[in-house]
């Protein structure tokens, strides 16, 4: 099972994963949800927040996961517009991030958070750097 949401006005897209879920059918409809929703939000950058937090995996359906979340299109870890960070705690979700890193998986910036809190505030420190690298000073002092 999955839900995506945008986080309210904000440029991030929660992408939440529990079980049960299966890679092999849920995937493109997980993908697809998140580029719908992507397109109706403005700016260069949207950020998907993926919460695995509660999610637990075979290592079967994990590695299938990947390979579509990095051969995938719109929605995915590929999408030149969407930057990704992942929630969760298990060694499965910890070794999926790691190899998400390397080439074969096509060297994504993946960055895992244990809390929901704790990857929010990283985006939202990242959404302000990009602001103020973009308009030479803050937003939130302008």
Request: no cysteine; proline share 6%; hydrophobic share 40%.
């Amino acid at each position: 099972m999955y839900s995506v949401k945008q986080l309210g006005t904000e440029p991030i897209i929660l992408l939440t994963v529990t079980n049960p879920f299966n890679p092999l059918e849920e995937f493109g409809p997980m993908l697809k949800a998140v580029s719908e929703l992507a397109k109706n939000i403005p700016g260069p950058v949207v950020w998907r927040l993926v919460d695995s937090s509660a999610l637990d995996l075979t290592f079967d359906d994990l590695t299938n996961a990947m390979y579509m979340d990095t051969r995938s299109g719109d929605g995915s870890a590929r999408d030149p517009r969407l930057k990704s960070v992942w929630v969760g705690s298990s060694e499965l979700i910890r070794l999926a991030v790691d190899s998400l890193k390397k080439p074969i998986y096509g060297n994504v910036d993946a960055k895992l958070f244990s809390s929901i809190e704790d990857a929010r505030a990283y985006i939202q420190q990242e959404i302000l750097a990009a602001s103020t690298t973009t308009t030479g000073r803050s937003k939130a002092t302008s």
